[in-house]
C-alpha cells in the first residue's frame, strides 16, 4: 500500500515541492514534482527526479559512535555536552563553536543559534552558507538596511529583460531557468543577457553574452550606472523620493564606457548594446549567483547591481529588480533565525545594542553574546591554531568544501574534540570526528525551508527514521539540557520551535524589521502539518504573506530610504604571475551537489560527468604539452564548434594533449581528466567543486582554492584564485568495472563511481605491477558462489592488459589496461552489468571494449533523467531527419523533463 506525500526537495534554493508515492514496506520512493507548488508547478531537475535513488540505508550514519566504536545516545550525548562545558570552564565561552549548513531545517538551526549565542555566549555560530550567501547578505542589508530580496519568481514571465550575472542556472538552479526558458519562448522579444567568463549551458537562450574578466563585475554595473546617467535614464523622483547616497555612488561610477570595455576586456559595441537594453527597458531583474558573491569585492558588486535598480526605480515592482539566486535549500532560512556568526536571530544583529536586549529578554538569558563569532574561513583558522578547543559540525563537509582545505582538515585533526552530526557514514570530515551522531536525513526530517523567494514550505518525513537517526532539533536539545539548560530547550516537536521562532520574528517590531512571520505564533499541530508554501512576511499585515518588497518604496535603514553605496571597484587579491598564471574558477555540475554524498548515491546522476575534469582554453593547452612550443598545439588544428553548437559545444580532445593534469596552487594540488573548450576564457580554468577523497584520490577542488576573503561578507574568493597547470603522464591507464564495490588505493589515480548494477573505477599509476594478471585477480576476485571464468588478454610489447570475469555466465568484473593506447569506451561495458546473462556475441566481443555488430552503443549520456546518450541522439538526428530540440524530445524523451541538456541537445544538431 503506497501513500503521497508532499514535500520539499533537498537541493537548490529553488525549492521545488515534490510530490513522493511511499512504499514503505520495501522502503521506495516514486518521485514526482508537486504541480501546485508555486515554486515549479511540477517541474524537477535530474537530482530532484533522481531522489527515490537516494533513500537506500547502505552508507547511513545509524548508531552514535565514539572514537570509532557504536555507542548509545546517552553515552554520546554526555560526552558531547561534557566535553563542551569543560572546554568552556578552562578556556570560555569563545573556544567553542557550531558550524552549521543550509541543509539544515529552520527549527534545527533555531535551537542550535540559540544554543551557542544564547545560552552558551558565544557568537561563535557559523554556516556553510557563508560561502555561497553572505555577500548578497552583506549588500542588501547595506542598501535596504534589512537582508530582503524584493521580487519573487513571478517577476520571470513579467520581465522585459532578465540578466543572469555570474549564475549558470542552467545547470545551478535548473528549473528556475527552464521558467526563464519558457518566458522567452513565450514572449520572443524578452532580452536575456549572461554575464559570465564562461560561455555556460544558460547562453543557451542568451541574445547577449558578456565574458568579461575575471572579478571585473564592479567595474560593469559602476559604468551601467554612469552609462544611464548620461542617457537621462535615471527616475529622478525616485531616487529623490526614497534613496540617499546617490551623488557619491554617481561619482564613484564615473567611468566611460571605452575604459570599462577596457577594463573588463569586452567588445565595446556588446557592451554599449547592454547598457542601451538596460537602459530602454523598464522591467529589468538581474539575477546573480555565485559569479558575484564569491569574491573579495562581493559585497561591493552586490551593489553596484542594486545601484543600477534604485536608479532607474525598478525594485519592488512587477518584472523587475536585483534577484538574488540562493545556493541551498534552507539558506534562506539559517538567514532568518541568525546562522551566520555575525546574526543574532530574526533578522537581528550584534550592531544593535538593542537587538542583543531584547533577543536576551526573550529567549530569558543573562548569558547572550554580546559581539559576533568567528565566520567560516577564520573559524578553521581558529580551530588550526588551537584557540577553538571544541567544534560541532552539523550536516556539512567542510573539510572538502572551504577554501585551503588541507589546512581545515589539519586543523581538525589536531583540535581537542570534534563531533559531527550527519546522515552519511564515510565523509572526508566524519572520518576526522571523536563523536558521530546519526541525524535523520531528507525523507525523515519534518520541518521548515525557506527559497530563494522567501517562500516558506515544509518538508516532510515520507519514513520512518533509519536505525537510530535523530532531527538535529533533538539532538541540539539533548545536549542544550545536559550543559544546564533545561528550561529553554523544553521542546518535545519541531511546531514548538517555529511557534517560537515566529513569536521572536514579531517580538517588539511594529514593522521595524522586515522578517515578521507573526502569523503563525500560536500555529496549531493540525496547521503545522498541512502548511502550504507562502512568503514572508506573514503577519497581521499580511495574512497571506507577500510577494514583493519595497513597492511603497519604504526601506529598513533608518531614514527609511534606500541607500546608494559608492563602489570602488578592486581586483581579485591574489593576480595569476608568471609562477601560477593561470586563474582557476570553481562551480557546480548539472547532475551533482556539493559533496555528492547524495547524489553520487544515484547512478543515473554519475553519467554525464563522471570524474573530476578542468576546462582548458585552447590557447592554454601549450601550458599541458610534455614540450611546450610557441604556437599552441604545435601546429596541430583545433577544430572550433560552428556558430550554433559554440553555444556549448561539446570539450574535444587533441591527440598532442595529454589525458589527465596536474593543477597546482600556493595552497594544493589536484588531478583531474582535461578537456579542451573553446567555452572556457583564455587565462582560466574551469574545475567542479563536487570530488571528495570518498570518490577520487586526489580530486578535492577546495584544497586548490586561496583562503582570502571579502573584508565586510568574510565569503571566500572561490572563483580567482592563481595556479598552473601540466601533464600528468602516468606509466599506465585504465578502468575496473566490478558488481562488487572494491577497495582500490594502490593507483595514484582513482576515481569510483557508482552505476546501474555495477561500480565504475578510472585509474592511473606511475608504477606497474610486476604481474598484471596477480594484480587483476586480487582485486577482482572474491570467495562469492558460482562457477568463476576468467577471460584474459595481454600484449605486452604494447603494454595492453583486459581481463573479465563472468559468474554462471554473468559479468562480474572487467579490467581494461593501457601503457600506450587508447582504451575503449565504457558505455557498451557498463550496460552489460544489467544483463542477467550474456549472449554469446556480447563474450566474443567483451575484451574488445566494443559491441558486436548490430549492436548500438549509446554514447556517452547527455540526458540523466531519461538515460539517453549522445550516439542515441546522434543516430535519431541521422535516421529520423529530427531539426530541433522538441523533434528530439518527441522522439526520445531526452531534454522533455528539466531540460538542463537542451544546450547539447542543439550542439548535436
Known sequence: ??????????????????????????????????????????????????????????????????????????????????SFIRAIEKYGADSVAIYGSGQLLTEDYYVANKLMKGFIGSGNMDTNSRLCMSSSVAGHKRAFGSDTVPGCYEDFERAEMIVLIGSNAAWCHPVGFQRIRAAKEANPALKIVVIDPRRTASCDIADLHLPLASGSDAALFNGLLHFLSEQNALDSAYIKAHTEGFVEALNAAGIGIEQVAKTCRLDKDDLHRFYAWFAGHKKVMSLYSQGINQSTSGTDKVNAIINCHLATGSIGKPGCGPFSL??????????????????????????????????????????????????????????????????????????????????????????????????????????????????????????????SE????????????????????????????????????????????????????????????????????????????????????????????????????????????????????????????????LILNTGRLRDQWHTMTRTAIAAQLNQHKPEPFVEVHPADAHYLSPKECAEPFCGREFIRATPVARINSRPQQLADIPNLAIIESRWGSMIARVQITDSQQQGSIFVPMHWTEQYASRGRMGALVNAVVDPISKQPESKHTPVRIKAYQPAWQGFILSRRELSISDPDYWVKMKGEQVYRYELAGMTLPENWQAWAQQNLCDSAGGTAQWQEYQDSAQGNYRAARIVNNRLESVVFIATESALPERNWLLSLFVKTELEIAERMALLTGKPPLGVADVGTIVCACFNVGELTIQNAIREQGLKTHQDVGHCLKAGTNCGSCVPEIKALL
Open 1 to 82: 500500500m503506497t501513500k503521497t506525500i508532499q514535500t520539499t526537495c533537498p537541493y537548490c534554493g529553488v525549492g521545488c515541492g515534490i510530490s513522493a508515492k511511499v512504499d514503505d514496506v520495501h522502503h521506495r520512493l516514486k518521485i514526482g514534482g508537486d504541480t501546485s507548488h508555486p515554486a515549479n508547478f511540477g517541474r524537477l531537475c535530474s537530482k530532484g527526479s533522481a531522489l527515490g535513488e537516494t533513500v537506500e540505508l547502505k552508507g547511513r550514519l545509524l548508531q552514535p559512535q565514539v572514537y570509532g566504536r557504536e555507542t548509545s545516545w546517552t553515552q554520546a550525548l554526555d560526552l558531547v555536552a561534557d
Open 326 to 451: 540562493t545556493g541551498q535549500p534552507n539558506a534562506m532560512g539559517g538567514r532568518e533565525v541568525g546562522g551566520l556568526s555575525n546574526q543574532l536571530a530574526a533578522h537581528m544583529d550584534f550592531f544593535n545594542a538593542d537587538d542583543i536586549d531584547r533577543v536576551a529578554r526573550f529567549w530569558n538569558t543573562a548569558n547572550i553574546a554580546k559581539k559576533p563569532g568567528y565566520p567560516a574561513v577564520e573559524l578553521f583558522d581558529a580551530i588550526y591554531d588551537g584557540n577553538i578547543k571544541a567544534v560541532w559540525i552539523m550536516g556539512t563537509n567542510p573539510v572538502v568544501s572551504l577554501p585551503n582545505a588541507n589546512k581545515v582538515k589539519l586543523a581538525l585533526q589536531r583540535c581537542e574534540f570534534v563531533v559531527v552530526s550527519d546522515c552519511i557514514n564515510d565523509t572526508d570530515t566524519t572520518a576526522l570526528a571523536h563523536v558521530l551522531l546519526p541525524a535523520q536525513g531528507w525523507s525523515e526530517k519534518d520541518g521548515m525551508v525557506t527559497n
Open 454 to 581: 522567501r517562500r516558506i514550505s515544509r518538508q516532510r518525513a515520507l519514513f520512518k527514521p533509519a536505525g537510530s537517526a535523530k532531527p538535529d532539533w533533538w539532538i541540539v536539545t539533548q545536549v542544550a539540557r545536559r550543559m544546564g539548560f533545561e528550561q529553554a530547550f523544553h521542546y518535545q516537536s519541531p511546531v514548538e520551535i517555529f511557534r517560537e521562532h515566529a513569536r521572536l520574528s514579531g517580538f517588539e517590531n511594529n514593522g521595524q524589521r522586515d522578517f515578521d512571520i507573526s502569523a503563525f505564533a500560536d500555529m496549531t499541530q493540525h496547521d503545522y502539518d498541512r502548511l502550504q508554501p507562502i512568503q514572508w512576511p506573514v503577519n497581521q499585515a499580511y495574512p497571506q504573506g507577500r510577494s514583493r518588497m519595497f513597492e511603497d518604496g519604504r526601506f529598513y535603514t533608518e531614514s527609511g530610504k534606500a541607500r546608494f553605496i559608492a563602489v570602488t571597484p578592486r581586483p581579485p587579491v591574489n593576480p595569476p604571475d608568471q609562477a601560477y598564471p
